[in-house]
């Protein structure tokens, strides 16, 4: 049971990625720049997360704590907005499904490639022939649901 609600949040997760996509989409319609869509849409973030550190009881992490952290840690803010740009810049062109589709193939397949063989930190999780036929009938997929 504990495993089915955590596959629901997960699911939950993704329908908040399409989503935000589509409302950041609307706003760089409706200011006419995909960069000052994807800075408010960051700021939102920022302030939900804020929210988040204080209703938890979150305390602030040591200097000591912070100086171990690994320096690729610190670069996950600029992945995530490469991913808000590039998905606000793409999603008018590709459309919500095609661009969407582009976007789970890519998290799949760098996933599977990222387990394999352990990056960041990660216990390695070798590709075995069912997450490589996944990954195919994912790309597929991709083939299937463009416009």
């Given at each position: 049971m504990q495993h089915f609600f955590l596959?629901?949040?997960a699911l939950g997760a993704g329908v908040s990625v399409a989503t935000q996509q589509v409302l950041n989409g609307s706003l760089r319609t409706a200011l006419g720049s995909p960069a000052w869509a994807g800075l408010i849409s960051y700021a939102g973030g920022l302030?939900?997360?804020?929210?988040?550190?204080?209703?938890?009881?979150?305390?602030?992490?040591?200097?000591?704590?912070?100086v171990d952290v690994p320096w690729y840690a610190w670069s996950g803010g600029v992945f995530g907005a490469a991913f808000i740009l590039l998905a606000i810049l793409?999603?008018?062109?590709?459309?919500?499904?095609?661009l969407f589709a582009l976007v789970i193939a890519g998290q799949v397949l760098a996933a599977v490639t990222l387990d394999h063989f352990g990056a960041f930190g990660l216990t390695p999780h070798p590709v075995s022939a069912a997450r490589f036929a996944g990954a195919v009938l994912l790309i597929a997929g991709v083939v299937l649901i463009r416009d």
């Open positions: 596959y629901l949040l302030i939900t997360m804020i929210v988040a550190v204080i209703a938890l009881g979150e305390r602030v992490p040591s200097w000591k704590t912070m793409l999603l008018p062109s590709l459309g919500a499904a095609t």
